[in-house]
T-cell receptor, first 111, second 114 residues
């Protein structure tokens, strides 16, 4: 039972344009959402998070949007840079430290 | 400040062998957890700990044991390895701040069971 889904396995964008990565979830008890970035042969790196009491959180080039009624969140990267090329995971938690992850989206930013 | 360290980086086991994957953090975090990542899947939680002496099961705990005798260390034990346990294992340490938290991951251990 996959409670967190990233339906796009890959995404390719041009440098300087916006990257939008999407994530859907099924468990309405999730109250905290996170995005991670992962390079090959490394552990995931925390990017940005959002609590269910908010609908938007920004950190530099990264913005996460949460639509609770649709059980959907998205990560916007503006402007996209070649160094952003990686696999991005979304994750959700109903209680602290019991995290469920999506399968990941591989982002390629072309120069 | 080394963050989260994991040893070994690579390991090959034969079916039925046992081993312990080591994980340590130097950030004084109470929460630690173990995940496995398989091709085409996200990370799945195996076990977690909310403090020394306290552990709990995650999504896929079968075949694994954990203990937490100190804040710093959280080893994961495979009692009798099976080919289905071939995976990449990540340990994580969680910083909590009010209602928010951030997880820091180790570099991973790539395990192959033949």
């Amino acid at each position: 039972d996959q409670q967190v889904k990233q339906n796009s396995p890959s995404l390719s964008v041009q440098e300087g344009r916006i990257s939008i990565l999407n994530c859907d979830y099924t468990n309405s008890m999730f109250d905290y959402f996170l995005w991670y970035k992962k390079y090959p042969a490394e552990g995931p790196t925390f990017l940005i998070s959002i609590s269910s009491i908010k609908d938007k959180n920004e950190d530099g080039r990264f913005t996460v949007f949460l639509n609770k009624s649709a059980k959907h969140l998205s990560l916007h990267i503006v402007p996209s840079q070649p160094g952003d090329s990686a696999v991005y995971f979304c994750a959700a938690s109903a209680i602290s430290n019991d995290m469920r992850f999506g399968a990941g989206t591989r982002l390629t930013v072309k120069p | 400040n080394a963050g989260v360290t994991q040893t070994p980086k690579f390991q090959v086991l034969k079916t039925g062998q046992s081993m312990t994957l080591q994980c340590a953090q130097d950030m004084n975090h109470e929460y630690m957890s173990w995940y496995r990542q398989d091709p085409g899947m996200g990370l799945r939680l195996i076990h977690y700990s909310v403090g020394a002496g306290i552990t709990d099961q995650g999504e896929v705990p079968n075949g694994y044991n954990v203990s937490r005798s100190t804040t710093e260390d959280f080893p994961l034990r495979l009692l009798s390895a099976a080919p289905s346990q071939t995976s990449v294992y990540f340990c994580a340490s969680t910083k909590t701040s009010g209602s928010s938290y951030e997880q820091y991951f180790g570099p991973g251990t790539r395990l192959t069971v033949t």
